[in-house]
């Protein structure tokens, strides 16, 4: 077992405790623990049915766990009310789909948290606001007025990205974002996020199957199996591991190709 971020120096931002979640007979997670240190992309990994998005919602108060401890920031979240009132305040998150609200336009999807947790902002500071996070994503001036139909797949991406940063969030939850996209927009969207995440300062936990950006941005591994955090720590050690999907994952012909691109870009 690779030592978890109690092991090192740095705080965890999130510190989850013998977490259990179950849904009638079916045990997803079985006193699971991890912890997620500050500053850091940890890479949420794991195959399928194994309990990874399960995770995150748990994390986030989306979903009340059967039993076990979360901790952020040093508070422990009681209840799912207690998480979710933290996380408004705290973190973004940008689900698989992107989840944008298709009769919104760009700038109206992107304002949306603005105005549900920041009333007190006038109508042209929370416009301006919006703006610049949409510029911050990688996006033109000209995409707000669009409708999310109008839009390719990496700028839908990139939309729901910058709607997760509209509340300046310390905290950044995504899940699968680069699914779907073709290998140069999930690069380009890779290189987007490792620099928002070093501007901003942010803690990334990112759910991804994406073998190219687990070697290309993401600081430590989390691997769920057996119904618990099998392994944490630096993707070297994690490879290191003797475990059959870690072997299948990891020593494939996919993983082989991404470490060379890794190996070849620097």
Not at 78 to 102: H, I, N, P, T
Not at 138 to 144: D, F, H, V
Not at 228 to 239: Q, Y
Request: glycine residues 10%.
């Amino acid at each position: 077992m690779v030592s978890d971020a109690e092991d090192n120096d740095q705080v965890p931002v999130i510190r989850v405790r013998g977490l259990d979640n179950r849904f009638g007979t079916d045990i997803v997670h079985q006193d699971l623990d991890l912890d997620v240190c500050r500053g850091e992309i940890l890479g949420v990994v794991g195959g399928s049915g194994t309990g990874k998005s399960v995770l995150m919602r748990s994390i986030l108060g989306l979903l009340r766990p059967s039993g076990g401890t979360i901790e952020v920031f040093g508070q422990r979240l009681k209840d799912s009310e207690d998480a979710q009132q933290v996380m408004s305040r705290r973190a973004g998150v940008l689900f698989q789909d992107g989840a944008l609200f298709s009769s919104l336009s760009v700038l109206e999807n992107v304002e949306l948290p603005l105005k549900t947790h920041r009333p007190d902002l006038s109508t042209q500071l929370r416009r301006d606001l919006a703006r610049s996070k949409i510029q911050l994503s990688g996006l033109s001036a000209s995409t707000s007025p669009k409708m999310p139909s109008e839009l390719s797949g990496g700028m839908r991406k990139r939309v729901a990205l910058a709607r997760a940063l509209a509340l300046e969030p310390e905290l950044l939850f995504l899940d699968e974002p680069t699914a779907g996209l073709d290998p140069i927009g999930a690069a380009e969207f890779d290189r987007l996020l490792r620099t928002l995440q070093r501007a901003l300062g942010l803690t990334v936990f990112l759910i991804t199957h994406d073998l190219d950006t687990l070697y290309a941005i993401c600081d430590r591994i989390a691997v769920i199996a057996d119904r618990k955090i099998l392994a944490a720590g630096p993707l070297g050690e994690i490879e290191k591991l003797d475990h059959e999907w870690i072997r299948n994952y990891f020593h494939g012909p996919r993983a082989r190709a991404a470490r060379h691109e890794q190996a070849a870009t620097g």
